[in-house]
C-alpha cells in the first residue's frame, strides 16, 4: 500500500508541474494517462465479455460437455505416417 501511495504521490507531482507547463511532465503525464485508460478499457471490455459469455453460456442445449482429447485412440492423422525403409 506504500507503493502504491508513493506512485499517485510522483504521478500526482507530474500533474502539478504538467499544470505549470513544463513541457516533458505534460508528455509523461499523458503517457501515464493514456496507459492508466486503456489498462481501464481493457478492464472493462473484458467484464462485458466475461458477463455475455456467462449469461449466454447457461442457455447451452447440450448439457453434457466433453474434452476433445478424452478418446481411447489416437487423433485422425491428416497425412498418414509412413513406415522408414
Given at each position: 500500500?506504500?507503493?502504491?501511495?508513493?506512485?499517485?504521490?510522483?504521478?500526482?507531482?507530474?500533474?502539478?508541474?504538467?499544470?505549470?507547463?513544463?513541457?516533458?511532465?505534460?508528455?509523461?503525464?499523458?503517457?501515464?494517462?493514456?496507459?492508466?485508460?486503456?489498462?481501464?478499457?481493457?478492464?472493462?471490455?473484458?467484464?462485458?465479455?466475461?458477463?455475455?459469455?456467462?449469461?449466454?453460456?447457461?442457455?447451452?442445449?447440450?448439457?453434457?460437455?466433453?474434452?476433445?482429447?478424452?478418446?481411447?485412440?489416437?487423433?485422425?492423422?491428416i497425412?498418414?505416417p509412413?513406415?522408414?525403409?
Amino acid at each position: 500500500m506504500l507503493t502504491v501511495t508513493t506512485a499517485c504521490a510522483v504521478f500526482f507531482f507530474l500533474v502539478m508541474l504538467a499544470t505549470q507547463g513544463r513541457h516533458w511532465a505534460i508528455g509523461v503525464s499523458v503517457a501515464v494517462g493514456g496507459l492508466i485508460l486503456t489498462m481501464l478499457l481493457h478492464v472493462s471490455v473484458f467484464g462485458i465479455a466475461w458477463l455475455i459469455a456467462s449469461i449466454l453460456g447457461g442457455m447451452s442445449n447440450n448439457p453434457e460437455r466433453k474434452s476433445p482429447f478424452a478418446s481411447a485412440g489416437p487423433p485422425e492423422q491428416i497425412i498418414p505416417p509412413t513406415e522408414p525403409e
